[in-house]
């Protein structure tokens, strides 16, 4: 495919898409939030758990530090979540081409049935670091200009755009922010 086909390509799904990747992954440094974001980590462990290969926002996961013998997201961690019941953790997704955030306490826990870890939204952690460190993000967020948006309201479809080649609750407010 010739330089200008691509070019014309690229407009085309940008515009029917919305597609940031190739600005953000060239131009925008994913560690852009770690001085402002990891202060104060004592009993946390920081998890980057996203790229701009499929987002178009800064997405971490603070989660409680119980020691876990092999890394996060292998099936030997997994295991050991299981064995312990749950941990806890914070979502946070920063959007990268607005001043908008979400923050979310949460737990992955034991399923009821099955083998994949449930995810669990909280209004309070047991784990009162991370209490603590959920309410110091968004304070140095807060400080920064950004403003806190609610996951659920942000879940709407946008109003008077053409979805018709989207599946329905393909296309929302979130997604065009943060995914």
């Known amino acids: 495919m010739n330089a200008n086909k691509q070019a014309?390509?690229?407009?085309n799904k940008s515009?029917?898409?919305?597609?940031?990747g190739y600005v953000l992954r060239k131009y925008v440094y994913s560690d852009e939030w770690d001085e402002h974001l990891l202060k104060n980590m004592e009993g946390i462990v920081f998890k980057p758990s996203g790229s701009f290969d499929y987002t178009r926002c800064f997405s971490y996961m603070f989660m409680e530090d119980i020691k876990l013998s092999k890394p996060f997201f292998t099936l030997e961690a997994k295991n050991e979540v299981m064995e312990r019941g749950y941990i806890e953790y914070i979502g946070l997704k920063i959007s990268a081409i607005s001043p908008f955030f979400t923050i979310r306490k949460a737990q992955y826990q034991k399923p009821k049935e099955?083998?994949?870890?449930?995810?669990?939204?909280?209004?309070?952690?047991?784990?009162?670091?991370?209490?603590?460190?959920?309410?110091?993000?968004?304070?140095?967020?807060?400080?920064?200009?950004?403003?806190?948006?609610?996951?659920?309201?942000?879940?709407?479809?946008?109003?008077?755009?053409?979805?018709?080649?989207?599946?329905?609750?393909?296309?929302?407010?979130?997604?065009y922010l943060f995914e």
Do not use: C, H
């Open 15 to 20: 515009l029917k898409e919305g597609d940031y």
């Open 8 to 11: 014309i390509n690229f407009v």
């Open 114 to 175: 099955g083998i994949t870890l449930d995810i669990v939204d909280l209004t309070e952690f047991k784990n009162k670091k991370l209490e603590k460190k959920y309410t110091e993000l968004i304070e140095v967020l807060t400080e920064q200009k950004l403003i806190l948006a609610d996951r659920e309201e942000l879940k709407k479809a946008p109003l008077n755009i053409p979805l018709e080649d989207y599946e329905p609750g393909e296309v929302n407010y979130a997604s």
